[in-house]
């Protein structure tokens, strides 16, 4: 099977942004994010990080159907929650680039498509003067209840990349795991990487 990854833009982004949604829903509900999704809200967090000045949204087809995506934009334009960690610390969020996620379906998993989405978002960053990018990871305890036995970390994944975890650099960012009755905060690390 042979996966096209690629940028997204124009009326293509556009049309794209339902199905977007529902595979972030889907990639996100097992662990470690364990997240119980809502169309109608990821439709419209997908739309206001595609609508920031310098994003990209990358996808990856297997024929015409989106089997992942991920996103990045320039730090200066997140949410104040991503970028009050870096200001606290003195770090210009102005040359940073932001991640914001990198999702698969399982099946398509090792095959070259998580390199190249990291590919296309440095190059993006890259174009656009960024100094480092970064993204943010949920920290979950060894022991939670929902992680599977197999379960592997994707931190190997990332440092072959060339990123590391910034000791104390963490944000709090609120959602529902699915089989709670509410939303819940959880701490979030960030991975950075200069160049």
């Given at each position: 099977m042979t996966i096209a990854v690629r940028p997204l833009t124009?009326?293509?982004?556009?049309g794209a942004l339902a199905p977007l949604a529902q595979l972030r829903i889907a990639v996100f509900a097992a662990f470690p994010?364990?997240?119980?999704?809502?169309?109608?809200?990821e439709t419209d967090y997908l739309r206001e990080f595609a609508a920031a000045p310098d994003a990209v949204?990358?996808?990856?087809?297997?024929?015409?159907?989106?089997?992942?995506?991920?996103?990045?934009?320039?730090?200066?334009?997140?949410?104040?929650?991503?970028?009050?960690p870096f200001i606290a610390r003195g770090i210009d969020a102005a040359r940073l680039f932001y991640f914001g996620e990198s999702v698969l379906l399982?099946?398509?998993?090792?095959?070259?498509?998580?390199?190249?989405f990291f590919d296309h978002r440095e190059a993006?960053?890259?174009r656009c003067g960024a100094a480092a990018a970064c993204?943010?990871?949920?920290?979950?305890?060894?022991?939670h209840r929902a992680r599977p036995a197999d379960y592997?970390?994707?931190?190997?994944?990332?440092?072959?990349r060339g990123y590391a975890q910034v000791p104390g650099l963490?944000?709090?960012?609120?959602?529902?795991?699915?089989?709670?009755?509410?939303?819940?905060?959880?701490?979030?690390?960030?991975?950075?990487?200069e160049w």
């Open positions: 124009g009326d293509e982004l556009a994010y364990l997240y119980d999704g809502d169309a109608a809200y949204l990358v996808a990856a087809f297997d024929g015409t159907v989106i089997v992942g995506a991920a996103t990045a934009a320039p730090m200066v334009h997140q949410k104040s929650e991503f970028r009050d399982p099946q398509y998993r090792g095959r070259g498509v998580g390199h190249a993006q960053a890259r993204f943010a990871a949920v920290i979950r305890p060894a022991d592997a970390p994707l931190d190997p994944f990332w440092a072959r963490v944000t709090q960012l609120g959602w529902k795991d699915h089989g709670d009755a509410d939303e819940t905060m959880k701490p979030m690390q960030y991975w950075m990487r």
